[in-house]
């Protein structure tokens, strides 16, 4: 009897274990079998309109960042001195330019940012901004921002 309780308390957990461990998983899960391209932005313009400014000459100099920025966070006034793009991953974004223009990313957006045009980000949303920036630099350490 103690062997047939031991069993059934071991079951007991694994199926606990089971249930708890499929319960984490995302509903938004995709399933897919074989490999999906989906071009998600292909431009020459910042997300307010104005044209980027081309390449400058030298050896490239590539990066990426991720920013986390909490709920009601207001970033400062800032430019960027070089191309990048990103994805918002999380969270809902509001960008607003010196001139007053504004855009509202939500997850899944796309954004290529102004470039030299002042501008701040601010989270109006209640939960954290989860974004992955990509820059394109020129060697020798030009700051992102």
Not at 58 to 71: H, N
């Amino acid at each position: 009897m103690k062997i047939i309780l031991k069993c059934f308390i071991v079951a007991v957990a694994l199926c606990s274990i089971n249930i708890f461990t499929s319960c984490n998983k995302s509903e938004n899960t995709i399933v897919v079998t074989e490999t999906v391209r989906e071009e998600l932005l292909r431009t020459s313009q910042s997300w307010n309109g104005e044209e980027l400014p081309d390449y400058p000459q030298g050896k490239p100099e590539l990066v990426a960042a991720k920013y986390i920025i909490p709920a009601g966070e207001k970033l400062g006034w800032h430019h960027h001195v070089a191309m990048n793009h990103g994805v918002l991953v999380q969270g809902e974004l509001t960008i607003i330019a010196l001139d007053g223009k504004t855009t509202t990313l939500h997850a899944g957006d796309v954004v290529v940012e102004m470039v030299d045009s002042i501008h701040y980000g601010e989270n109006r949303g209640t939960e954290p901004v989860v974004l992955y920036m990509f820059y394109l630099l020129q060697e020798g350490g030009l700051p992102l921002s």
